[in-house]
Nanobody
């Protein structure tokens, strides 16, 4: 089992920045990919960004150039640096980990972009 705990959500003004962090605990060896997904009110959960153990990244088109994902394998953490935030980035952000074909999710952290 892998447990994921997110932090860093909150209220941010349009154009502002926010950094989300996620720490994994439990059976953290052999976690292949980690990443962030988000779910806006009334919408389905969608991919934001993922990163493999080797550092390969993948981003949703909507966040390319604005968000940066990073990972520390030694600390079992994955961060999401979000810049130039827009109201449409408002969502609950979920940390994700993939280990031996099993998906693990955090409980989510709310990011609200509003003036």
């Amino acid at each position: 089992q892998v447990q994921l705990v997110e932090s860093g959500g909150g209220l941010v003004q349009p154009g502002g920045s926010r950094r989300l962090s996620c720490v994994a605990s439990g059976s953290t060896t052999s976690i292949a990919a980690m990443g962030w997904y988000r779910q806006a009110p009334g919408k389905q959960r969608e991919l934001v960004a993922t990163i493999t153990r080797g550092g390969s990244t993948n981003y949703a088109d909507s966040v390319k150039g604005h968000f940066t994902i990073s990972r520390d394998n030694a600390k079992n953490t994955v961060d999401l640096q979000m810049n130039s935030l827009k109201p449409e980035d408002t969502a609950v952000y979920y940390c994700h980990a993939l280990r031996w074909g099993v998906n693990y999710w955090g409980k989510g952290t709310l990011v609200t972009v509003s003036s």
